[in-house]
T-cell receptor
Framework: DQQVKQNSPSLSVQEGRISILNCDYT??????FLWYKKYPAEGPTFLIS?????DKNEDGRFTVFLNKSAKHLSLHIVPSQPGDSAVYFC?????????????FGTGTRLQVTL | DAGVIQSPRHEVTEMGQEVTLRCKPI?????LFWYRQTMMRGLELLIY????????DSGMPEDRFSAKMPNASFSTLKIQPSEPRDSAVYFC?????????FGPGTRLTVT
């Protein structure tokens, strides 16, 4: 059973526009959420995170929003750039688990077009 | 720092053969994770270690899979015997506190 779901396998956005990637989770014990970015033939790299006590975290062009009541988070990229084209994974950490165990979604492939 | 190192980067083997994937974590990291990436299930956690001790292997699909961490700088994931459905990209990651750092992965193809 997928506890972290990314229902959009792909997304295409024009350069300069906003990219919105969505993620839903089912486990209410998750207390920390992360986004990872993956280029072809490379491992995922950490992008941005948010604690469950917050509803927004911003880092440059990247903002993550968390809606705990809806068990939903989203990643906004503004403005989108061609270099943002990659697969984005949403991940969640369980409150009662050990500090480092993460559950990942299936990923969303973002393509930023010129 | 060289980051997490994995070898080989690509492995092609025939069904029934033994496959060994290797990982060198970042120095000083006390957690090591093995993941498998497939289109259907995304990144699945197979097993993870803390201070070289296996903590959770509930993600290991079958007895054909085994993992060891003999010391803080080396881990192996072994599949014996391998099957075509094991074809995937296998990632190793390490962490010290929170954020995980991933290696480049090993693309395994079992024919």
């Amino acid at each position: 059973d997928q506890q972290v779901k990314q229902n959009s396998p792909s997304l295409s956005v024009q350069e300069g526009r906003i990219s919105i990637l969505n993620c839903d989770y089912t486990n209410s014990m998750f207390d920390y959420f992360l986004w990872y970015k993956k280029y072809p033939a490379e491992g995922p790299t950490f992008l941005i995170s948010i604690s469950s006590i917050k509803d927004k975290n911003e880092d440059g062009r990247f903002t993550v929003f968390l809606n705990k009541s809806a068990k939903h988070l989203s990643l906004h990229i503004v403005p989108s750039q061609p270099g943002d084209s990659a697969v984005y994974f949403c991940a969640a950490r369980e409150l009662t688990g050990t500090a480092s165990k993460l559950t990942f979604g299936t990923g969303t492939r973002l393509q930023v077009t010129l | 720092d060289a980051g997490v190192i994995q070898s080989p980067r690509h492995e092609v083997t025939e069904m029934g053969q033994e496959v060994t994937l290797r990982c060198k974590p970042i120095s000083g990291h006390d957690y090591l994770f093995w993941y498998r990436q497939t289109m259907m299930r995304g990144l699945e956690l197979l097993i993870y270690f803390n201070n070289n001790v296996p903590i959770d292997d509930s993600g290991m699909p079958e007895d054909r899979f085994s993992a060891k961490m003999p010391n803080a700088s080396f881990s192996t994931l072994k599949i014996q015997p391998s099957e075509p459905r094991d074809s995937a990209v296998y990632f190793c990651a390490s962490s010290r506190r929170g954020q995980q750092y991933f290696g480049p992965g090993t693309r395994l193809t079992v024919t």
